[in-house]
């Protein structure tokens, strides 16, 4: 009998959590929508094509759409591999110094400094762009091997290193306790020396915010491709606008294009997407 008593019904979900699952869903479907359109209008012919199929199935399943799009986009896939590796690593790993040593090697002028390279991320690309193509033209002429994708790489490495120095800066300010720092320095530690032993091997929810938002940056550039570079030595998005362009496009192409052009930066989300969020909370409190 008091055993009885003692049991709990379970809790039936009130009407607050099932709003809130309706408006979880249709968000989830409103995302997806135009993911929807972009594969079933990948699979079509040319002719099954029309605004007034949008949403109806291919009449015919068409797989040349797909083989077409990527012997245009090949080439720019890995020359899209070849920038954004380096450019990421290379502006993560500046981003990480910078951040160590605003935030726990305090010298006069460490918050004018910090407010100047944050200065960086509130220049628009178009507000430099003519400069900036001038000077690279003088440089290429010099060096004409820097031509195409190095320079895009130089370019993102060097816009990369505002956002990448507040993520670190942050994440260090809150995750690295400077009784650490300290104590490495009492044993006879110099700067580098902590750097690499005791704050690198804690830095990886970091390096996996910054690698992923540098990767998503350089991938999706366009302008700079656009203003430094040519079809033929340009990154995937150059090749992506030339499959676009022209006065009969041809949409069922174009959406497969869309879709392989997007398959590297989904992946990397997917493998990484959780310990993104992580890693931008660990720099949340300052």
């Not at 400077?178 to 704050?199: H, K, L, M, P, Q």
Request: with cysteine; net charge positive; aromatic share 12%.
């Amino acid at each position: 009998m008091t055993q009885a008593l003692t049991m709990r019904s379970p809790r039936r979900p009130g009407w607050g959590q099932t709003i809130r699952f309706i408006l979880l869903l249709a968000s989830v479907v409103l995302v997806l929508i135009p993911v929807y359109v972009l594969l079933v209008t990948s699979f079509k012919g040319s002719a099954d094509a029309d605004p007034s199929r949008t949403w109806y199935l291919p009449e015919v399943w068409v797989t040349k759409n797909w083989s077409n799009a990527w012997n245009q986009l090949s080439g720019g896939l890995l020359r899209s591999l070849a920038l954004v590796i380096p450019s990421s690593i290379i502006s993560a790993m500046l981003g990480s110094a910078n951040g160590f040593v605003l935030s726990k090697w305090r010298f006069p002028g460490a918050n004018v400094v910090f407010t100047l390279i944050l200065f960086g991320m509130f220049i628009p690309y178009q507000a430099i762009m003519i400069p900036l193509s001038g000077m690279m033209l003088d440089v290429q002429a010099g060096a004409p091997w820097f031509a195409g994708i190095p320079t895009l790489i130089l370019v993102h490495i060097v816009y990369g290193i505002p956002i990448c120095t507040l993520i670190f800066r942050n994440y260090y300010a809150t995750a690295v306790p400077t009784e650490i720092i300290e104590a490495a320095r009492v044993d006879g530690a110099n700067t580098f020396s902590t750097y690499n032993r005791v704050v690198l091997p804690v830095s990886v929810p970091g390096f996996i915010v910054t690698l992923i938002w540098q990767f998503t940056s350089a991938w999706n550039d366009f302008i700079f491709a656009l203003f430094l570079t040519n079809q033929n030595n340009g990154p995937v998005t150059f090749g992506l606008n030339a499959l676009a362009s022209g006065q009969n496009p041809n949409y069922p192409q174009i959406m497969a294009g869309v879709l392989v052009a997007s398959l590297p930066t989904l992946i990397v989300y997917i493998a990484l997407g959780k310990y993104f969020v992580s890693g931008l909370m660990s720099g949340s409190v300052k």
